[in-house]
């Protein structure tokens, strides 16, 4: 009886173990953060930053939210911005199975931006309707900060930088479905997990749940096998 008891109790950690390490793997898929290169036109002459962008999407009825994030920002402005007079924008180039261009924009700065101090872009959001099923990418395109009443700054990506976020959509009528961030991955029913770090949680907590009951079943069967066993 101990003997068995081990044995199920090692069978159990083991396939436990083997569950989460399938969870963490999942959870770790997220959009790839890339380095764009952006060279600027601005109203006191070129300028030019290396800002990471990220890009992460989710669903919402037959649309897709899209929020564009900036680390840095990517250039500077000569004298204060008072609160709330810049707002940035931006267009993602979109490829694979769909193309055309997603329009994302931010809020207007919160706070002052002091002279000759890089402008923090922050995060920027937009809808994307998807007209063709299958696996789409999102790429930076042309980042521009209006701010004062006209456009201070227009940054273009001159690094031709390798796409954000890829993602399986379905078009209206279509089948399929699911998302990813950076390479590949999906859920049923076309359901789409929120994007980047936390990219198909859902569905890989129930593929570890699965593994968990497959694994709770074999100790089970181990058990009542190991028990006829005993009885003969």
Known sequence: MPNRRRRASALAAAVAVAGSAVLLSATAAHAA?????????????????????????????????????????????????????????????????????????????????????????GQLTGTYTPKKSGKVSFTAGTLTVHALGMDAAVCKPTNSPKPSLELDVTAAGGSGGGSSGGSSGGSDGGQLPKTGPLDSAA????????????????????????????AR
């Open 33 to 121: 953060v890339v380095d764009v290169d952006y060279a600027c036109e601005t109203k006191i002459g070129p300028k030019s930053a290396v800002s990471p962008v990220d890009i992460t999407a989710e669903k919402n009825g037959g649309s897709y939210t899209i929020t564009m994030s900036f680390d840095k920002g990517v250039s500077d402005s000569p004298v204060e911005l008072p609160k709330g007079v810049m707002t940035p924008r931006a267009e993602l180039v979109v490829g694979g199975a769909d193309s055309g261009r997603v329009q994302v924009k931010g809020t207007p700065n919160t706070a002052a931006i002091p002279p000759n101090t890089p402008i923090k872009i």
């Open 203 to 230: 569905a890989l907590a129930t593929l570890g749940g699965t593994v968990l009951l497959t694994g709770a079943a074999g100790v089970l069967w181990l058990t009542r096998r190991t028990a006829r066993h005993t």
